[in-house]
């Protein structure tokens, strides 16, 4: 199979060519330094298919002459002058160094990248520990979740509320809302209010006792629809316990430090059952703890709010 204009049309690096070309069972890519230019701050990745099937990458990729390359600019255009000048000698001997910088910077590339070496491992369980490894950092201690959608990986968009919101529902099992306010009202100090007598209109007056603001508060609820999973966010120590600490550190990290976040676990319906009689002091029930007696059995909005 060739490398069509289809296939061509995303690559933006001579290293996401020589994977493609390799995937593709082309023959191998030989590189070429883009040597000088009048833009230096754009990139961008040119190749020629040869007679015998192999592919001349010309290439912007980091190197000695590449767009975040080792050589000054002034360097750069001391040797387009002496190039023009049919002064070969120093462009000649800086391209060994950059050919062979350059392959070893894509040798290092694959052996760093895991997808490479994912697409190189054969066995099952070899591919599952590199899977483990790349959602380790976002996974946390939740293991049971080993793919991902595709957007939450390729976009930089950590911050996005949608985000957020996917990741949270793909680490956890419940059912998320994320709601920002618009407009919040903060309360203006007795002391920086204004009082009566010795205070001049249009200085220093403070008319009012609270003001409105761009609000920076996001409200993270988790969804529960079974008393018995809502009162576990309550015991200390228990998995949904450690879930709303999770949930809230995860939401640290992705709001800005500006934001303020609050973490709240809602139920909407009835109570638990009312107490019922045991001999056995580990299965006892405690009122106001963990049981309650009801004489209606009307549905109840109940919240545990994490600070």
Same mark, same amino acid.
């Given at each position: 199979?060739?490398?069509?204009?289809?296939?061509?049309?995303?690559?933006?690096?001579?290293?996401? /060519?020589?994977?493609?070309?390799?995937?593709?069972?082309?023959?191998?890519?030989?590189? #070429?330094? =883009?040597?000088?230019?009048?833009?230096?701050?754009?990139? *961008?990745?040119? *190749?020629?298919?040869?007679?015998?099937?192999?592919?001349?990458?010309?290439?912007?990729?980091?190197?000695?002459?590449?767009?975040?390359?080792?050589?000054?600019?002034?360097?750069?255009?001391?040797?387009?002058?002496?190039?023009?000048?049919?002064?070969?000698?120093?462009?000649?001997?800086?391209?060994?160094? =950059?050919?062979?910088?350059?392959?070893?910077?894509?040798?290092?590339?694959?052996?760093?990248?895991?997808? *490479?070496?994912?697409?190189?491992?054969?066995?099952?369980?070899?591919?599952?520990?590199? /899977?483990?490894?790349?959602?380790?950092?976002?996974?946390?201690?939740?293991?049971? *979740?080993?793919?991902?959608?595709?957007?939450?990986?390729?976009?930089?968009?950590?911050?996005?509320?949608?985000?957020?919101?996917?990741?949270?529902?793909?680490?956890?099992?419940?059912?998320?809302?994320?709601?920002?306010?618009?407009?919040?009202?903060?309360?203006?100090?007795?002391?920086?209010?204004?009082?009566?007598?010795?205070?001049?209109?249009?200085?220093?007056?403070?008319?009012?006792?609270?003001?409105?603001?761009?609000?920076?508060?996001?409200?993270?609820?988790?969804?529960?629809?079974?008393?018995?999973?809502?009162?576990?966010?309550?015991?200390?120590?228990?998995?949904?316990?450690?879930? /709303? =600490?999770?949930?809230? =550190?995860?939401?640290?990290?992705?709001?800005?430090?500006?934001?303020?976040?609050?973490?709240?676990?809602?139920?909407?319906?009835?109570?638990?059952?009312?107490?019922?009689?045991?001999?056995?002091?580990?299965?006892?029930?405690?009122?106001?703890?963990?049981?309650?007696?009801?004489?209606? #059995?009307?549905?109840?909005?109940?919240?545990?709010?994490?600070?």
């Amino acid at each position: 199979m060739r490398l069509g204009k289809g296939l061509m049309a995303g690559v933006r690096s001579s290293f996401q /060519l020589k994977r493609l070309a390799n995937a593709l069972s082309d023959k191998p890519v030989r590189y #070429q330094s =883009e040597l000088f230019s009048d833009h230096y701050h754009k990139q *961008y990745c040119r *190749y020629e298919r040869a007679a015998d099937g192999s592919y001349l990458v010309e290439s912007k990729d980091k190197g000695l002459f590449g767009v975040r390359g080792g050589l000054p600019n002034f360097i750069l255009d001391w040797l387009k002058l002496s190039f023009h000048r049919a002064n070969e000698a120093f462009f000649s001997f800086l391209s060994y160094f =950059e050919q062979r910088f350059v392959e070893l910077r894509h040798a290092k590339a694959e052996m760093t990248s895991v997808v *490479y070496r994912a697409e190189q491992t054969q066995s099952t369980q070899d591919q599952q520990v590199l /899977l483990n490894q790349y959602f380790a950092s976002m996974n946390f201690d939740h293991c049971d *979740y080993n793919t991902a959608p595709v957007t939450l990986l390729n976009k930089h968009s950590g911050r996005s509320l949608n985000t957020i919101h996917r990741m949270l529902g793909l680490y956890f099992p419940y059912k998320f809302e994320i709601s920002t306010d618009n407009i919040e009202w903060k309360v203006i100090p007795m002391a920086a209010r204004s009082q009566l007598g010795q205070t001049q209109i249009g200085r220093g007056t403070v008319l009012g006792h609270k003001y409105p603001q761009l609000s920076h508060k996001v409200t993270v609820t988790i969804k529960v629809s079974d008393a018995d999973q809502f009162q576990q966010f309550s015991v200390t120590g228990s998995t949904a316990a450690k879930h /709303l =600490e999770q949930i809230k =550190e995860f939401c640290r990290q992705c709001f800005s430090e500006h934001a303020s976040v609050d973490v709240i676990a809602q139920y909407h319906g009835r109570r638990v059952s009312p107490t019922s009689l045991t001999k056995k002091n580990t299965n006892a029930v405690v009122l106001g703890n963990n049981a309650q007696l009801l004489t209606t #059995q009307k549905n109840q909005l109940q919240q545990i709010r994490k600070h």
